[in-house]
């Protein structure tokens, strides 16, 4: 997405990437897909508008998906994605030395990825997503953001990676320079501006994770205003004045200026729709959906076992039977299911100590399924309400404003 000075949407583009694949717990994907998918939304995106206007560039991606590069940011392997579940064994190693405030907790965690991978001579770099693009952007690796590197270790209260990291032989040098999301890294290369049709003084700003960017794209600012991802995953967050952590649930904070976002995410989402039916088919049947008559069908959706919030456990089993022959019933019972996760989390975090949302927004594909948010309307009892934007790429497009106005230049 490119936005003006005034934050006004002014361009968009979309590329789809392949599925990662998955074998059992194991979910990975090759890192170049990313970039193929860079380069070709540039390409899309940037004849919408001059191209020579662009300023600043900001990137969010998936919290939580790790790999190893070399020192000049060449993949060792595949990335292991957010929900690769096989690292069991290094989050109990974890569970054994870090504090429970910690978001590195559990095997989704990025920190148990960098621990199951064993990093050889030839690693110089543990890197996110949303890092890896910015170091093909700009040739400057080992920097990442602070949303990014909760679940990697990062102490966000103390600003540092914590001393409990030696306990389990980390290698520091693996450990990348952590910035406040919006702060700038550095211009693009020329070589690649020239490449992409950019100009040479772009400035690549530090981005965040995906639901972090939907969170800021929908406007939600106070205390109590809550906003739910919709997407592959559920990713649930509220606003509070402190942090909470706790790892028995899933359940972690991230800085969002002088307050915090405290939610977790659970693996529950789009993905399980895909994996039943196709784009086409969900739109065709979304219309026949009928939200004020529940199907009665208690599901708990996952493509796999194991569920990190609202409840964490590595071995909970989906509940996706008995399947009713009607696709419909079918598709809404999934729904209802999902709608019940939302409820369930926004409870629990309420029990930690958060405020119970006053209202929820909704970042998304799923937040087009109007038959959706009415099931979810009932059983939140708050209002749902409209997101200024609904992407996260809007999210890092304000990000990319924010680090380009912090250098003082005028924005064309």
């Given at each position: 997405?490119?936005?003006?000075?005034d934050?006004?949407?002014?361009?968009q583009?979309?590329?789809?990437?392949?599925?990662?694949?998955?074998?059992?717990?194991?979910?990975?994907?090759?890192?170049?897909?990313?970039?193929?998918?860079?380069?070709?939304?540039?390409?899309?995106?940037?004849?919408?508008?001059?191209?020579?206007?662009?300023?600043?560039?900001?990137?969010?991606?998936?919290?939580?998906?790790?790999?190893?590069?070399?020192?000049?940011?060449?993949?060792?392997?595949?990335?292991?994605?957010?929900?690769?579940?096989?690292?069991?064994?290094?989050?109990?190693?974890?569970?054994?030395?870090?504090?429970?405030?910690?978001?590195?907790?559990?095997?989704?965690?990025?920190?148990?990825?960098?621990?199951?991978?064993?990093?050889?001579?030839?690693?110089?770099?543990?890197?996110?997503?949303?890092?890896?693009?910015?170091?093909?952007?700009?040739?400057?690796?080992?920097?990442?953001d602070?949303?990014?590197?909760?679940?990697?270790?990062?102490?966000?209260?103390?600003?540092?990676?914590?001393?409990?990291?030696?306990?389990?032989?980390?290698?520091?040098?693996?450990?990348?320079?952590?910035?406040?999301?919006?702060?700038p890294?550095?211009?693009i290369?020329?070589?690649?501006?020239?490449?992409?049709?950019?100009?040479?003084?772009?400035?690549?700003?530090?981005?965040?994770?995906?639901?972090?960017?939907?969170?800021?794209?929908?406007?939600?600012?106070?205390?109590?205003e809550?906003?739910?991802?919709?997407?592959?995953?559920?990713?649930?967050?509220?606003?509070a004045?402190?942090?909470i952590?706790?790892?028995?649930?899933?359940?972690?904070?991230?800085?969002?200026?002088?307050?915090?976002?405290?939610?977790?995410?659970?693996?529950?989402?789009?993905?399980?729709?895909?994996?039943?039916?196709?784009?086409?088919?969900?739109?065709?049947?979304?219309?026949?959906?009928?939200?004020?008559?529940?199907?009665g069908?208690?599901?708990?959706?996952?493509?796999?076992?194991?569920?990190?919030?609202?409840?964490?456990?590595?071995?909970?089993?989906?509940?996706?039977?008995?399947?009713?022959?009607?696709?419909?019933?079918?598709?809404?019972?999934?729904?209802?299911?999902?709608?019940?996760?939302?409820?369930?989390?926004?409870?629990?975090?309420?029990?930690?100590?958060?405020?119970?949302?006053?209202?929820?927004?909704?970042?998304?594909?799923?937040?087009?399924?109007?038959?959706?948010?009415?099931?979810?309307?009932?059983?939140?009892?708050?209002?749902?309400?409209?997101?200024?934007?609904?992407?996260?790429?809007?999210?890092?497009?304000?990000?990319?404003?924010?680090?380009?106005?912090?250098?003082?230049?005028?924005?064309?």
């Amino acid at each position: 997405m490119a936005i003006d000075a005034d934050g006004r949407l002014q361009a968009q583009a979309a590329i789809a990437l392949p599925a990662p694949l998955r074998q059992g717990a194991r979910a990975e994907q090759a890192p170049e897909l990313w970039w193929r998918g860079v380069a070709d939304c540039l390409a899309a995106l940037l004849p919408q508008i001059s191209a020579k206007a662009v300023r600043a560039i900001a990137v969010d991606g998936t919290s939580g998906t790790l790999l190893l590069v070399d020192t000049d940011g060449e993949p060792l392997g595949p990335a292991l994605m957010y929900n690769d579940g096989r690292s069991q064994a290094e989050a109990q190693r974890i569970a054994a030395v870090a504090p429970r405030e910690s978001a590195a907790h559990g095997a989704s965690a990025a920190l148990a990825k960098l621990l199951h991978l064993k990093p050889g001579a030839a690693a110089r770099y543990a890197v996110h997503q949303a890092d890896w693009v910015v170091g093909r952007l700009t040739g400057h690796w080992g920097v990442s953001d602070e949303n990014n590197c909760l679940k990697l270790g990062f102490d966000a209260i103390r600003k540092q990676w914590p001393d409990w990291l030696d306990a389990l032989g980390i290698d520091r040098r693996l450990l990348p320079k952590v910035l406040f999301p919006g702060t700038p890294v550095a211009s693009i290369k020329p070589t690649l501006a020239a490449e992409l049709g950019l100009p040479p003084e772009t400035l690549i700003v530090a981005g965040t994770t995906d639901s972090t960017a939907a969170f800021i794209a929908t406007g939600a600012s106070r205390i109590g205003e809550a906003v739910t991802s919709l997407g592959s995953s559920l990713v649930m967050k509220v606003i509070a004045d402190r942090p909470i952590f706790s790892p028995d649930h899933g359940v972690y904070s991230q800085p969002l200026g002088e307050r915090w976002l405290v939610g977790g995410g659970s693996n529950s989402g789009g993905a399980v729709l895909l994996h039943f039916f196709n784009r086409q088919q969900l739109d065709a049947m979304t219309p026949a959906l009928n939200p004020e008559r529940p199907t009665g069908l208690d599901y708990y959706p996952l493509l796999t076992p194991g569920e990190r919030f609202p409840i964490a456990d590595a071995r909970l089993q989906a509940r996706l039977t008995p399947r009713p022959e009607d696709d419909v019933t079918f598709f809404q019972a999934m729904l209802e299911g999902m709608a019940r996760i939302e409820q369930q989390g926004y409870q629990l975090l309420a029990e930690l100590g958060a405020p119970y949302p006053v209202s929820v927004r909704s970042a998304g594909g799923g937040s087009r399924n109007p038959a959706w948010t009415t099931i979810r309307q009932h059983l939140l009892g708050v209002p749902l309400l409209e997101a200024e934007q609904q992407e996260a790429a809007y999210g890092s497009a304000l990000l990319a404003r924010q680090g380009f106005l912090s250098q003082g230049i005028d924005v064309l």
